[in-house]
């Protein structure tokens, strides 16, 4: 399948499944400038109600600054591609990829938007130096290793994207190093189908160029030209670390007996 088939039919909505309790947020400024107002839906407790805000502030300064937005058009958000369509009352509602399925099909929600954006920012904000998030495009191409869904032990390696179809992501399998200079063990898709195939790696994909991301199994690690960062004590991506060693260390096996 092509990456343009990926997204051939945009606009295509799921018509059922909607998660239990949504909470509607609006922007509230929009009509000052002769503008529909937008809507969000939300139904993570998980995002924050600043992300929240910082999404209606978006669409309310961008319209103050003379942007016109209509239904039918797209908008990315971080790295989300997300879609505007008519809904009741004249609002216009932002609707987002479901992340299931390809070919793309659009649900009214905004929580993986927001929550991508925030783990992709936060990842970043764990390293020292300090780096800036460089968001893909979900459109944009990644080559993985043929082993990419099932790979426990994964090295993300960014370049500068070639063109503006590639996101200059590269995926190896770790417990593949005979096969790691075969270039018929890799294969091209998009980083959509990557972030549906693989949802733990997600929360990298902001991660700038010429650093590399190294999940092996308790431990992730982002590694630059002279070697590991620095994880910033009590940020994100150190949390994380010290979560995935507590899990670790309660499935590993007993040497006692």
Known sequence: MSLRSVFSRFGRKLSSE?????LVHTTSECKLHNHSEFQLRVSNSAI????????????EQ???QGEKFRSGESLQVGWMFTMLEDGPGGFLRVLEPDMKVVPVKFVDSVDGTLMHLRNQRDVVGSLFPPAEP???????SAVVHVNYKDA?????????????????????DLDDQAGSQDPTRFVKTSLYQLGIDRPDLVKFFAVPAELQVAVDGARISVLGPDGELQQIPGSYL???NKLRQQRASLTAPSSEG
């Open 18 to 22: 909607q998660p239990k309790t949504w």
């Open 48 to 59: 924050s109600t600043e992300d929240i805000s910082w999404l209606l502030r978006f669409f």
């Open 62 to 64: 961008r319209v103050s």
């Open 134 to 140: 460089d968001f893909p495009s979900l459109r944009q």
């Open 152 to 172: 426990s032990r994964v090295l993300l390696t960014r370049s500068a994207a070639v063109d503006g179809a590639d996101s200059g992501w590269w995926l190896s």
């Open 238 to 240: 150190s949390e994380l």
